[in-house]
């Protein structure tokens, strides 16, 4: 039903040299590359911006750039993006609370994440959401109903937002199970801790897409790492 993708994390790249490390990265059997903008609000540390997006769409006209926005305000920065060559942006329901509810109340607002999903795809971009680990998958069910399908990928967070190298969180498995349980063509992601330990549960949970970033970048054997996780997506 949904093709298997590795997703490298470029957050564990070397940041001298993101078009030479995404190269590599496709190299060795990724499919897509996964570009964390992170604005030292939503989760405390900051990381790049849309610029990088467009330096990478330059070199790698081909390659699919799915942006994970780690940001407060995501609405701000569709345009930047869709101009910049962003394939698919991602951004945190979490972020998406309803006008009168204050931070950090868990009170999400399903009108604005449609909206936003919505504009992103009518800036020509595939549109998903991320999931941080205590966020239910019930939060999108809405979107997600058969024949009316509003997002094109979700990304089940198994690590607390913005840093690469944490530990992989288990109950991100269920949550994925739920997901796949209510829309077998979406494209489900798991971020966070994915390495070659943890990949084979993530596919057999349901999920199609590994996103990696310190197995990948991190690994003494790159080409062997992607080749891994493939084989996890295959079995
Ligand atoms: C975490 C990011 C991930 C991160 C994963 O907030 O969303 O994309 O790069 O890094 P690893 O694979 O090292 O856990
Ligand atoms: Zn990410």
């Known amino acids: 039903d949904v093709r298997?993708?590795?997703?490298?994390?470029?957050?564990?790249?070397?940041?001298?040299?993101?078009?030479?490390?995404?190269?590599?990265?496709?190299?060795?059997?990724?499919?897509?590359c996964h570009v964390d903008i992170v604005d030292g609000h939503f989760a405390k540390i900051l990381t790049f911006g849309p610029p990088v997006v467009r330096s990478l769409r330059r070199r790698l006209p081909q390659l699919f750039i799915d942006v994970?926005?780690?940001?407060?305000?995501?609405?701000?920065?569709?345009?930047?993006?869709?101009?910049?060559?962003?394939?698919?942006?991602?951004?945190?329901?979490?972020?998406?609370?309803?006008?009168?509810?204050?931070?950090?109340?868990?009170?999400?607002?399903?009108?604005?994440?449609?909206?936003?999903?919505?504009?992103i795809r009518a800036a020509g971009m595939r549109a998903g959401v991320v999931l941080n680990p205590e966020t239910p998958a019930a939060v999108i069910a809405p979107l997600l109903s058969p024949g009316a399908v509003q997002l094109d990928c979700v990304d089940c967070l198994a690590v607390q937002p913005g840093f690469g190298g944490q530990p992989f969180d288990k109950?991100?498995?269920?949550?994925?199970?739920?997901?796949r349980e209510m829309c077998p063509t979406l494209d489900?992601?798991?971020?966070?801790?994915?390495?070659?330990?943890?990949?084979?549960?993530?596919?057999?949970?349901?999920?199609?897409?590994?996103?990696?970033?310190?197995?990948?970048?991190?690994?003494?054997?790159?080409?062997?790492?992607?080749?891994?996780?493939?084989?996890?997506?295959?079995?």
Do not use: M
Request: net charge negative; with cysteine; glycine share 10%.
């Open 171 to 179: 109950s991100v498995l269920q949550k994925v199970a739920e997901l």
């Open 68 to 119: 994970h926005l780690a940001v407060e305000n995501p609405g701000e920065y569709i345009a930047q993006l869709a101009a910049a060559g962003a394939s698919q942006v991602l951004f945190h329901v979490e972020a998406c609370r309803s006008a009168d509810a204050g931070h950090p109340s868990p009170t999400y607002c399903i009108d604005t994440v449609a909206a936003l999903a919505r504009e």
């Open 4 to 32: 298997g993708i590795v997703d490298a994390s470029i957050l564990a790249a070397d940041f001298a040299d993101f078009g030479g490390e995404a190269e590599r990265a496709l190299e060795a059997g990724a499919q897509w």
């Open 188 to 235: 489900i992601q798991v971020d966070g801790g994915v390495n070659l330990k943890t990949a084979a549960a993530c596919v057999q949970a349901g999920a199609n897409v590994l996103t990696a970033g310190t197995c990948i970048f991190g690994a003494e054997d790159c080409a062997a790492a992607v080749g891994a996780l493939r084989q996890a997506l295959a079995a």
